[in-house]
């Protein structure tokens, strides 16, 4: 079987959203968000909260058997705190899954005693419910320094002790879950992490979707025009762009309609950032044994056979890179390599092709439609140094790590105090909140109007800064003919839409009624 400790890694699949080819056949490590910020839950702002999604699209009626974790990988969220494009600090988390009494809920039908075909066989509304005849549990792993050598040490119960934790059952629907809120946040517990004197918190389950995003109109040639269509978001006046698309929730295919799993935690500020400056970043994997073979015998405890070191197929730093940034040959390799060796995808960040997509689609119709001649809607300035800057190195003034190592990760200043719910601006930095995107990532930051707006160029013209209009030197405002341009896939997220407190996603949408939600 699988060892417990990396031996080694190399190439193999993908991640995100099902954006490259080889995580479509993985779909439980298929890591799809990493959320990294200061907690703004009042009261825990000397906190940091990292949120992992994994397994994107969950239909919320999607039983009998829902969405459990893969046993046999490893889910990992890790830190590097000096600049060194290495993580410093690991946390890894492993799942194991149980049958009550080895055969899960069993019914006498006749002479006869079975087991059932569900995994629950009634009401469920706390941990260990007998009406339950599966669990799910898992362990958190800290390894200080390297992921595969490093120190190991166990995250324990703050209440009680111990060392594992469980999972509630995904939200099956109403007349399983009387209040499905109440009962998940019961799985939400304190933690002691090694070496760290202050209490952290842990949560692990199903969650509603919170990446606002048009998938299907994206990726069908940009079927719609991406430029805001109101004067301002929401304003309802048709002044913008002749023909725009308006911000509607109706125009997001996963917010609202889908779920996904969260690892959720959160760990003090003091005991991440080292003697670095403050700033840390931060990447999600997710990896498997090198071999696996299909047992033709197979048993609920063993249905493949698994061995060897394990293997990396997932990962995901900032959002919307794989999906939108690295070329189709190299996406399975992005998602198997080490931001330490990004080098080798620097190409695709110096000169991009999506903002080369855009100008090819929309070229002809924009200066049509306005009457210009505006030779190229795409930045002209390469190596594009602000998408270097944003993706790869920090931002200097903002969120650059001490030592300087060009790498693709989420990267957060710790000593930007956390902007409240209430005041979150969605474009983020861009909005003039220092607190959100590209400074880690909040659920609420619209990061694919951030995405698309840096991509066409908008750090070439100054970004407001505590209200103050700020150059940031990465390149001209000839360089980016419609840097200053609204551009939006219409559909719109707020911190406002999800709850203020850890997990900070709302509870998933229930499986019953699906009218709910359709």
Same mark, same amino acid.
Not at 26 to 54: C, H, Q
């Given at each position: 079987?699988?060892?417990?400790?990396? #031996?080694?890694?190399?190439?193999?699949?993908?991640?995100?959203?099902?954006? #490259?080819?080889?995580?479509?056949?993985?779909?439980?490590?298929?890591?799809?968000?990493?959320? &990294?910020?200061?907690?703004?839950?009042?009261?825990?702002?000397?906190?940091?909260?990292?949120?992992?999604?994994?397994?994107?699209?969950?239909?919320?009626?999607?039983?009998?058997?829902?969405?459990?974790?893969?046993?046999?990988?490893?889910?990992?969220?890790?830190?590097?705190?000096?600049?060194?494009?290495?993580?410093?600090?690991?946390? %890894?988390?492993?799942?194991?899954?149980?049958? $009550?009494?080895?055969?899960?809920?069993?019914?006498?039908?006749?002479?006869?005693?079975?087991?059932?075909?569900?995994?629950?066989?009634?009401? =469920? !509304?706390?941990?260990?419910?007998?009406?339950?005849?599966?669990?799910?549990?898992?362990?958190?792993?800290?390894?200080?320094?390297?992921?595969?050598?490093?120190?190991?040490?166990?995250?324990?119960?703050?209440?009680?002790?111990?060392?594992?934790?469980?999972?509630?059952?995904?939200? /099956?629907?109403? $007349?399983?879950?009387?209040?499905?809120?109440?009962?998940?946040?019961?799985?939400?517990?304190?933690?002691?992490?090694?070496?760290?004197?202050?209490?952290?918190?842990?949560? =692990?389950?199903?969650?509603?979707? #919170?990446?606002?995003?048009?998938?299907?109109?994206?990726?069908?040639?940009?079927?719609?025009?991406?430029?805001?269509?109101?004067?301002?978001? +929401? /304003?309802?006046?048709?002044?913008?762009?002749?023909?725009?698309?308006?911000?509607?929730?109706?125009?997001?295919?996963?917010?609202?309609?889908?779920?996904?799993?969260?690892?959720?935690?959160?760990?003090?500020?003091?005991?991440?950032?080292?003697?670095?400056?403050? *700033?840390?970043?931060?990447?999600?994997?997710?990896?498997?044994?090198?071999?696996?073979?299909?047992?033709?015998?197979?048993?609920?405890? %063993?249905?493949?056979?698994?061995?060897?070191?394990?293997?990396?197929?997932?990962?995901?730093? &900032?959002?919307? =890179?794989?999906?939108?940034?690295?070329?189709?040959?190299?996406?399975?390799?992005?998602?198997? !390599?080490?931001? $330490?060796? @990004?080098?080798?995808?620097?190409?695709?960040?110096?000169?991009?092709?999506?903002?080369?997509?855009?100008?090819?689609?929309?070229?002809?119709?924009?200066?049509?439609?306005?009457?210009?001649?505006?030779?190229?809607?795409?930045?002209?300035?390469?190596?594009?140094?602000?998408?270097?800057?944003?993706?790869?190195?920090?931002? $200097?003034?903002?969120? %650059?790590?001490?030592?300087?190592?060009?790498?693709?990760? &989420?990267?957060?200043?710790?000593?930007?105090?956390?902007?409240? %719910? #209430? /005041?979150?601006?969605?474009? +983020?930095?861009?909005?003039?909140?220092?607190?959100?995107?590209?400074?880690?990532?909040?659920?609420? @930051?619209?990061?694919?109007?951030?995405?698309?707006?840096?991509? &066409?160029?908008?750090?070439?013209?100054?970004?407001?800064?505590?209200?103050?209009?700020?150059?940031?030197?990465?390149?001209?405002?000839?360089? /980016?003919?419609?840097?200053? *341009?609204?551009?939006?896939?219409?559909?719109?997220? !707020?911190?406002?839409?999800?709850?203020?407190?850890?997990?900070?996603?709302?509870?998933?949408?229930?499986?019953?009624?699906?009218?709910?939600?359709?």
């Amino acid at each position: 079987m699988a060892t417990t400790a990396f #031996a080694g890694a190399s190439p193999s699949f993908a991640s995100s959203h099902r954006e #490259a080819p080889g995580i479509t056949k993985l779909p439980k490590t298929d890591s799809t968000d990493l959320y &990294m910020f200061r907690s703004y839950e009042p009261g825990r702002d000397k906190f940091v909260t990292f949120i992992a999604n994994y397994q994107p699209l969950q239909d919320p009626g999607g039983g009998p058997n829902y969405f459990t974790m893969d046993p046999d990988a490893v889910y990992e969220i890790h830190v590097d705190n000096v600049g060194d494009a290495q993580e410093h600090l690991t946390y %890894q988390f492993k799942f194991s899954n149980a049958l $009550k009494g080895n055969t899960g809920v069993t019914l006498k039908v006749g002479d006869k005693t079975n087991p059932i075909a569900l995994r629950h066989v009634g009401p =469920v !509304s706390q941990d260990g419910d007998a009406n339950l005849g599966e669990t799910e549990s898992y362990t958190v792993t800290l390894i200080t320094g390297d992921r595969h050598t490093g120190t190991r040490a166990a995250v324990t119960n703050a209440k009680g002790g111990g060392t594992t934790f469980t999972k509630p059952l995904d939200n /099956a629907g109403v $007349k399983t879950f009387k209040d499905y809120n109440a009962y998940a946040n019961q799985f939400i517990y304190d933690v002691n992490i090694p070496s760290c004197p202050t209490p952290g918190r842990v949560f =692990v389950g199903q969650r509603a979707e #919170a990446f606002a995003v048009n998938l299907g109109s994206i990726f069908d040639l940009v079927n719609i025009i991406p430029i805001e269509g109101d004067s301002a978001p +929401g /304003a309802g006046d048709g002044k913008g762009f002749p023909g725009g698309i308006t911000q509607n929730r109706a125009n997001d295919e996963l917010v609202g309609k889908k779920n996904v799993t969260s690892i959720a935690l959160e760990v003090p500020i003091e005991c991440l950032t080292g003697q670095g400056n403050g *700033v840390i970043g931060a990447w999600q994997t997710a990896s498997l044994p090198q071999a696996r073979l299909v047992d033709p015998n197979p048993t609920y405890a %063993q249905p493949t056979l698994s061995g060897g070191a394990y293997t990396q197929v997932s990962r995901l730093g &900032m959002p919307l =890179v794989n999906e939108l940034i690295i070329g189709v040959p190299d996406k399975d390799n992005f998602n198997a !390599s080490d931001p $330490k060796n @990004d080098g080798q995808f620097l190409n695709y960040v110096t000169n991009p092709t999506f903002p080369a997509i855009l100008n090819t689609l929309f070229k002809a119709p924009v200066n049509a439609t306005l009457g210009t001649n505006i030779p190229d809607l795409a930045p002209t300035n390469f190596p594009r140094n602000d998408l270097v800057a944003t993706f790869l190195m920090g931002i $200097k003034t903002l969120n %650059q790590l001490k030592t300087v190592t060009p790498s693709e990760m &989420m990267r957060l200043n710790t000593g930007v105090f956390p902007t409240p %719910q #209430a /005041a979150q601006k969605n474009l +983020g930095v861009a909005g003039d909140d220092l607190a959100g995107y590209p400074n880690g990532r909040r659920p609420g @930051d619209d990061t694919v109007d951030i995405t698309l707006r840096v991509a &066409m160029g908008a750090l070439c013209y100054p970004v407001p800064i505590n209200g103050k209009p700020t150059d940031l030197n990465l390149c001209k405002p000839s360089d /980016a003919a419609t840097g200053t *341009v609204p551009y939006t896939d219409g559909a719109p997220i !707020s911190a406002r839409d999800m709850q203020a407190s850890f997990p900070y996603l709302n509870a998933p949408l229930s499986g019953s009624p699906l009218s709910a939600h359709r």
